[in-house]
C-alpha cells in the first residue's frame, strides 16, 4: 500500500531522474493520451481511455530501421529509451501480451522486443469506463499477471500488486507499508465492481467469435449493408491496440549517396492495402475489407495464436465517424442474423 501523498512525491522522483523517461496519463482537451510525464500532479489514473494505445512506445507510428551511406554501408537502427509508463489499462495490458507474442513468433522483431525490454509497465485497474468499451465482455477489464505492477484505488491510497522483478525493484524508491487483510478485500471488491461498470456487451462469450466468423464469412448481404458508409480511412485500425500491420519504404536523398529504410503503422481497411505487384488487389472491393478487419479480430489471430484480437477498448468505435466500427453491434447483429 501507499498513501496517495507518497504515490505523488514517488512519481515526482521518478520524473526527475535522467537515466529514463517517464511517460503517464494526461489530459488533452477533453480527451487523454500517454505522454511524457513533466511533473507527478499531470498524471491522471482515473481516465476512461487514452485516443491511442501504449503499443506507440515498442511499435512507433514510424520509425528508422536502417540508415546508409554509399561510402560507409549501411546500419540497422534501433532507437531505445529506457522508459517506465505509467496507468495502463487491464485491457491495453492483455493487448501489449498479445502484441509481445506476435513479434516473437518466427521470426524475433528485435526493434520490438528491445525497447518492450527497456520498459516498466505500471497499470492501473479501471475508475470510470468510457462508454465505448467493452472489455467486460471480452473478460479484460482485470488482469492479474503481464504487469510490473498494478494499482487499484482504494480512496485515500493506492494497492499494488507486484508482478514482476523489475517492479518489485522500482518499488525500492517508493515509502509502501504491508497491505492489511480489510486492504485486500477493498481491492478485490473494486475488481469486482469494475465488471458492472460496462454498458456496451457482447451477446455471446467471446470464445463463439471464431466458429461464429467462419459460418458467415459467406454472407456478402450483411457484410455489404454495414461496410455501405465506410470511408476507408483506416482510423479503427490505427487506434487498435493489437493491430501490428506496417509498410516499409525507402527514402534516399536527391544525389543517392544516402537513404533510410523507414516502417509506419498501415491498416487492412485502406483501399491500397492489399495491392501487390502488378496492381492485383486481393481485397478490392470496401466490404472485403471491412469483412476482414473483423475476421482478423475474432478469428484469424485465434486460429494462428489462441488469441481473440480484440480487447474491448472500443477505440475503433469512438474514432469511427460514420459509427460503423463498434465491434459489439456487428458481432451482436452477426449472431442475430446467423442463428
Request: one cysteine or more.
Amino acid at each position: 500500500m501507499i498513501s496517495k501523498e507518497d504515490f505523488e512525491a514517488f512519481v515526482e522522483r521518478l520524473v526527475k531522474e535522467d537515466h529514463r523517461e517517464v511517460v503517464g496519463v494526461q489530459e488533452k482537451g477533453d480527451k487523454f493520451v500517454f505522454d511524457e510525464l513533466k511533473a507527478a500532479k499531470d498524471l491522471r489514473l482515473d481516465y476512461d481511455v487514452t485516443i491511442l494505445p501504449p503499443k506507440k512506445y515498442f511499435m512507433p507510428q514510424r520509425e528508422t530501421l536502417v540508415k546508409y551511406k554509399v561510402k560507409d554501408g549501411h546500419k540497422a537502427v534501433n532507437e531505445i529509451t529506457p522508459r517506465i509508463i505509467l496507468g495502463i489499462h487491464p485491457y491495453d495490458l492483455e493487448a501489449i501480451r498479445q502484441m509481445d507474442k506476435v513479434f516473437s513468433d518466427t521470426y524475433e522483431d528485435k526493434n520490438y522486443l528491445k525497447k518492450r525490454e527497456a520498459s516498466v509497465l505500471v497499470g492501473v485497474n479501471i475508475e470510470n469506463v468510457s462508454e465505448w468499451c467493452f472489455a467486460g465482455s471480452m473478460g479484460t477489464s482485470t488482469i492479474e499477471e503481464h504487469y510490473d505492477l498494478m494499482l487499484t484505488d482504494i480512496g485515500d491510497k493506492y494497492a499494488i500488486e507486484i508482478g514482476s522483478e523489475k517492479g518489485f525493484e522500482l518499488l525500492d524508491e517508493a515509502d509502501v507499508m504491508e497491505a492489511s487483510e480489510d486492504d485486500i478485500s477493498a481491492v478485490k471488491k473494486k475488481k469486482e465492481g469494475v465488471k458492472e461498470k460496462f454498458e456496451k456487451k457482447l451477446d455471446l462469450p467471446p470464445e463463439e467469435l471464431p466458429i461464429l466468423l467462419e459460418r458467415s464469412y459467406g454472407n456478402t448481404d450483411f457484410w455489404k449493408e454495414h461496410s455501405e458508409k465506410c470511408y476507408s480511412c483506416g482510423s479503427c485500425n490505427l487506434v487498435c491496440p493489437t493491430c501490428y500491420c506496417f509498410d516499409v519504404k525507402d527514402f534516399n536523398e536527391l544525389t543517392l549517396d544516402e537513404g533510410e529504410r523507414i516502417r509506419q503503422w498501415d491498416g487492412c481497411l485502406l483501399e491500397e492495402f492489399a495491392i501487390v505487384a502488378g496492381d492485383e488487389n486481393f481485397r478490392e472491393n470496401r466490404y472485403q475489407r471491412y469483412r476482414h478487419r473483423f475476421m482478423r479480430k475474432g478469428r484469424y489471430i485465434h486460429d494462428r495464436f489462441g488469441d481473440i484480437a480484440c480487447v474491448g477498448c472500443g477505440r475503433c468505435g469512438s474514432h469511427c465517424v460514420p459509427d460503423i466500427a463498434d465491434p459489439t453491434e456487428i458481432y451482436n447483429d452477426l449472431k442475430e442474423v446467423t442463428k
